[in-house]
């Protein structure tokens, strides 16, 4: 499981304070325990509420990985914010950038923008199966946009390994949605089959229990049941050891990890390795 | 639209391991494969695997004959098997095998075991494998002291199992030696072992893998299959198992009724002195295809032929 810590986003009430004060001790704390936790990557996501984005971007990005070696995934809907992290990042390490639509009303050449910037530094790109309609209500439609995402990646100089395909996964308490999750599991299924390799699929897991109860209970259910299905990523709380456990559980379940008695601190010793 | 590249992509490697190097010896390195074996590009098929030939610390009761004539004037003298192990037959390692400390196999003590351990070392210049009797309790009183009698020449030290590998692994870790880490034929517990060991604090780069070796007829399939899915995991990115591996191909071999019976017995079977070899080669060279970075090998007829065998896909060494 290619897991990308959730943790360092504006959205947090810690982390809004960090950025509006500048101060690194909490974000560099949530980059050596998630790093510590085994994130392959850290997103990195200055919210909403940052008076000056771009300023803020750089601000997190060279406090974060001052304070470990763990690649960042640069996390922002404004290209010109990945922009200004891309300018201070360590790429060498390697660099997932979160992401782009397949098209976008406003902007219908995002994706060339994103898979530009993605090949220039020599990272990764997350690609959402969304298009100016929007988030798609069907599997087919789901499973069409991620095939043009792949071919058009491929056209753009990004090769399926360095791709990541994330289906949006919505609330499951959204009046009308709770059919989704398990729609979403066919497409990954469907997904996964594209390209040999595979393109990686990737996926906001938090979002799934938004405003629900028992959140991590519904996050790592959730997580188990979709990579028995194909799923090889996800944005996630790295520090929920139960969810870790159980992606730990469900890997070595579908022979993913060959078992030992000591299954989950085998994993947790190589969680971090795979990306 | 151009096709992509069509390519087997593995994310690791398998950990190269370097024996010996110290005190004049030579060093030998295995390991290292980035692919499956004979799979892809020559560059990615990491180091060349190496032979290593038996040398029992005490002369044998049950040998069969075949295998016995072969060293009959060296039987009784462990550091002149060693010097024709490496001088006749080329040797790239030599296997000193306690069997003789075995309380059921001549109940030698510990200064016999150390006193050859260290006339092995003195008669050959390649590395050494020092490989207790598989007696837990006779192997933990002796085996440390051997182990001490190499101490700095980098042996290859074993073996631990799930049940018992506390002492050895320490002592590995004092002397600084390299360990063999052996499983019953069973992958789980391979993995287990390697975990157990390094939760001691010895470096997973200084573990070679051991698996009970199946021999030709006698299971060699899933010795096969087993030893196939460890490198697959190796090279998909499991740390755990990136470890090389040891294969016994020559005593396994040598226990088969096929290769030992005397033709006297099994007139059709053939001259035994031609038929155990060759048991004991097809099992090696097998191996060798799933991936053994060494085999420990007895009959020179065999060791001549495996290592023709290495030398024919990998070209003669200078």
């Known amino acids: 499981m290619i897991a990308i810590g959730e943790r360092i986003n504006g959205q947090f009430n810690d982390v809004r304070r960090a950025i509006a004060e500048k101060d690194g001790g909490p974000i560099q704390d949530l980059a050596r325990r998630q790093t510590d936790a085994g994130a392959a990557y850290l997103d990195i996501n200055v919210g909403t509420a940052a008076e000056d984005p771009l300023d803020a971007m750089r601000w997190l990005v060279e406090t974060a990985q001052a304070a470990c070696e763990t690649p960042l995934c640069l996390d922002s809907q404004k290209p010109e914010v990945i922009r200004a992290g891309l300018e201070v990042c360590d790429t060498s390490r390697g660099v997932l950038l979160n992401s782009s639509p397949l098209s976008k009303k406003s902007d219908p050449a995002v994706l060339d923008t994103y898979a530009s910037m993605a090949r220039e530094a020599g990272g990764s790109l997350i690609c959402l199966t969304m298009d100016t309609e929007g988030v798609p209500q069907t599997i087919e439609r789901r499973v069409e946009i991620a095939a043009e995402l792949v071919t058009r990646a491929m056209d753009l100089g990004l090769e399926p390994d360095r791709l990541f395909i994330d289906p949006i996964i919505l609330p499951v308490n959204v009046p009308g949605a709770q059919g989704q999750p398990g729609l979403i599991l066919q497409a990954i299924e469907q997904i996964a089959l594209l390209s040999d390799p595979p393109p990686h699929i990737t996926m906001g897991l938090s979002n799934l229990s938004q405003g629900a109860a028992e959140r991590s209970l519904i996050n790592r259910t959730f997580l188990a049941m979709a990579v028995s299905h194909g799923c090889d990523s996800a944005i996630v709380d790295v520090l929920d050891d139960a969810l870790v456990d159980a992606v730990a559980a469900a890997e070595m379940i579908m022979n993913m990890q060959i078992y030992s008695d000591s299954f989950l601190k085998a994993y947790r010793g190589q969680a971090g390795r795979q990306r | ?318």
């Open chain 2, 1 to 318: 639209m151009d096709l992509p590249p069509v390519k087997q992509a593995f994310s690791s490697t398998v950990n190269e391991v370097t024996l010996g190097g110290a005190n004049g010896r030579k060093a030998v390195t295995i390991g290292g494969a980035k692919t499956v074996p004979y799979g892809g590009d020559l560059e990615a098929t990491g180091r060349r695997p190496r032979i290593a030939v038996d040398v029992l610390d005490a002369a044998p009761a049950d040998w069969p004959g075949a295998l016995a004539e072969a060293y009959k004037d060296v039987l009784d003298d462990p550091a002149a098997w060693a010097a024709m192990a490496v001088g006749d037959l080329g040797a790239d390692l030599v296997c000193l095998k306690f069997d003789g400390i075995d309380p059921d196999g001549g109940n030698r003590d510990a200064a016999h075991a150390v006193a050859v351990t260290r006339r092995v070392l003195a008669a050959v210049n390649v590395p050494l494998i020092l490989w207790g009797s598989g007696h837990n309790e006779k192997d933990n009183a002796v085996m440390p002291k051997v182990s001490e009698a190499a101490k700095g020449e980098n042996v290859l030290l074993g073996t631990v199992t799930e049940d018992n590998y506390k002492g050895l692994t320490a002592i590995a870790m004092a002397d600084g030696h390299c360990l063999i880490a052996e499983a019953p034929l069973d992958i789980n517990i391979a993995k287990q072992v390697n975990i157990l060991v390094s939760d001691m604090g010895f470096p997973l780069e200084r573990i070679v893998m051991f698996q009970t070796t199946g021999a030709l007829g006698y299971g060699l399939e899933y010795a096969y299959s087993i030893q196939e899915r460890e490198r697959l995991a190796a090279l998909g990115g499991d740390t755990l198992m990136a470890m090389p591996v040891i294969c016994d191909c020559g005593s396994e071999a040598w226990r088969a009724k096929e290769a030992k019976a005397p033709a006297a017995d099994f007139p059709q079977w053939g001259d035994e002195a031609r038929r155990g070899p060759l048991w004991e080669a097809v099992t090696a060279v097998n191996l060798l295809q799933s991936g053994a970075d060494i085999v420990r090998l007895r009959h020179p007829a065999a060791v001549g032929q495996v290592k023709a065998y290495i030398d024919t896909l990998w070209g003669k060494e200078a």
